[in-house]
């Protein structure tokens, strides 16, 4: 057991504080890493307002990479020193989605199964929630062995921490669900941290066209940067026709794939209406659990053939997927470093969440 200086959200909505908390010597199966660097999302904010569930105290932070300090018996896929990436859950190995070869939709996943604590004053000994099963706002954490993935040890943490998830789940929406390839054009409805990952995971694996489409003209600007080569500003103009327009030149009736990066169904009827026939349609913007399928007619879902897919952490299999798009940020082809806007201390973590909807944040990364 150690102590560590940690970010924890004590109760719904308050501030989150810095405390002190006990980490266990890691049992079987689990592992200690020493964090690194770890990126602000938005799901700590909705963990510290109550959002996912009311398992107050929760540890938070959940996109980090670090060191190994120490593993606990029967764990021989790492060991103290090796540079991983964590990722929300460990898979089984042994499920039906394990067994058919598709680990990425694991029925059986799971974390470290020791708990970590508050240290200090009347809260002393109770157990911390982990978001996402991670709690990575802290100078160590306790996770399951499996959810640390090796990547080469010369990629900056702050950069390749974000695969963990929003860059990921991006990327992987793009690459994984949406299976974007050579030629083909895409369109990226909602240019956030995941739209804009969406718009980079596009061009890397060599999209013709990609059009950008926001309600922000500096989102659309940045959009730019990243490789996007249209933008759409859907306020002044209806998204639906620039995209059939821009994807139109050999007869398309819209782009080949088309992501949903809000969240909402309005928009979700564009990406819907904006495919070409036969195309595909990726949600990867998380609705709230009181969202609908927009009422669009059968008709139209028969007719248009095609598929729509929704896309949970990018589809991401992350002992493929870090090692190798750690590789190709190595190699100058995934410039991850173009989303970490800010870096800040364990200290400035509230005062990120307040930048979280500022448009010219796109990632603020604490650094351990
Ligand atoms: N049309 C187009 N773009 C829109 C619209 C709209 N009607 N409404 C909002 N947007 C844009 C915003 O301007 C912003 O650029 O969508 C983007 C959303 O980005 P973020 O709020 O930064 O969210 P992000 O982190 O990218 O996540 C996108 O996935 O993980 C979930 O909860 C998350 O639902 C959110 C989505
Ligand atoms: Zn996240
Ligand atoms: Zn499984």
Not at 85 to 95: F, I, K, S
């Amino acid at each position: 057991m150690q102590q560590v200086k940690a970010v924890v959200a004590l109760a719904k909505g308050e501030p989150v504080t810095l405390q002190t908390i006990n980490i266990p010597d890691p049992g079987p199966g689990e592992a200690v890493v020493k964090v690194q660097a770890c990126g602000v999302c938005h799901t700590d904010v909705h963990y510290r307002d109550g959002g996912i569930n009311d398992d107050f105290p929760f540890l938070l932070g959940h996109e980090a990479a670090g060191i190994v300090e120490a593993v606990g018996l029967g764990v021989t896929e790492i060991e103290p020193g090796d540079f991983v990436v964590l990722n929300w859950r460990a898979v089984c190995g042994n499920c039906r989605a394990c067994g058919r070869g598709e680990p990425q939709y694991c029925f059986n996943t799971h974390n470290a199964t020791q708990k970590m604590t508050l240290a200090d004053g009347e809260l002393a000994g109770t157990e911390l929630t982990p978001a996402l099963g991670i709690g990575a706002f802290a100078e160590k954490t306790l996770v399951a062995a499996g959810q640390c993935t090796k990547v080469d040890p010369r990629a900056r943490p702050a950069a390749v921490g974000l695969l963990g998830c929003g860059v990921m789940a991006g990327l992987g929406a793009a690459i994984n669900t949406g299976n974007v390839g050579r030629g083909k054009t895409v369109a990226v409805i909602g240019c956030g941290g995941v739209g804009m990952a969406a718009i980079a995971g596009s061009v890397l694996a060599g999209a013709s066209k990609v059009i950008a489409v926001d309600i922000d003209d500096r989102k659309l600007e940045r959009a730019r940067t990243f490789g996007a080569t249209h933008t759409v500003n859907s306020r002044q103009a209806d998204p639906v026709a620039a995209i059939k327009e821009i994807c139109g030149a050999n007869g398309a009736d819209g782009a080949d794939v088309v992501i949903e990066a809000v969240g909402r169904p309005e928009t979700y009827e564009q990406a819907f209406y904006a495919r070409d026939l036969a195309g595909t349609v990726v949600l990867v913007g998380v609705p709230t659990p009181e969202m609908k399928v927009p009422d669009l007619p059968l008709i139209d879902v028969f007719g248009r053939g095609g598929s729509l897919k929704s896309s949970w952490y990018g589809d991401c299999l992350p002992s493929r997927d870090f090692p190798m798009l750690t590789d190709l940020y190595l190699q100058g082809r995934l410039d991850l470093d173009a989303f970490v806007s800010e870096e800040i201390g364990i200290g400035d973590v509230e005062a990120a969440f307040t930048k979280i909807h500022d448009g010219d944040v796109l990632r603020s990364v604490v650094i351990l």
